[in-house]
């Protein structure tokens, strides 16, 4: 029996399975929910585990570097009744970027803080990071006690 997307389009090219609703039921239910279905029964939960949504539907960001759906994908493109602009979802924006550590650290500014004592007078503090060489490996970076956090 041949595949149909779940939205309605007649592609030729790979289908994603609906993610499993009780491992993952909060993208299991926003993935039916842009198919345009309803969950009101437990039928409807095996009918949507048995449907596909083509890869038209998704974003280069939901996709891993090999090329399979990350953990957070959400159909986001040419649904149906929507225009072609990327429908963005709370979870999409929460997916942290790689972060650079050498660019982080060296990115600290120095800063003064305030600390108050039980005598109500106040102490400045300057907290000035340490400069990240090159050869400091991340583990080095990790070992050594700052007062800052990774």
Not at 61 to 84: E, I, M, Y
Request: glycine share 4%; proline share 8%; with cysteine.
């Amino acid at each position: 029996m041949p595949k149909r997307c779940a939205l309605g389009c007649s592609n030729k090219t790979s289908y994603h399975q609906f993610p499993h609703p009780e491992k993952n039921p909060d993208r299991f239910k926003a993935w039916v929910h842009i198919a345009g279905g309803k969950l009101d029964s437990p039928a409807d939960y095996e009918l949507y585990r048995k449907k596909v949504i083509c890869d038209i539907h998704f974003t280069d960001r939901d996709r891993n570097r090999n090329n399979r759906l990350n953990f957070l994908a959400v159909p986001s493109l040419h649904l149906p009744g929507k225009s072609d602009e990327v429908v963005t979802s709370e979870k999409i924006l929460l997916v942290p970027e790689p972060v650079n550590v050498e660019s982080s650290l060296a990115a600290l500014k120095p800063t003064l803080t305030g600390k108050s004592n039980d005598d109500d007078t106040s102490e400045k503090v300057l907290l000035i990071p340490e400069p990240v060489n090159k050869e400091n490996s991340l583990a080095t970076l990790k070992s050594t006690h700052h007062m800052y956090c990774l």
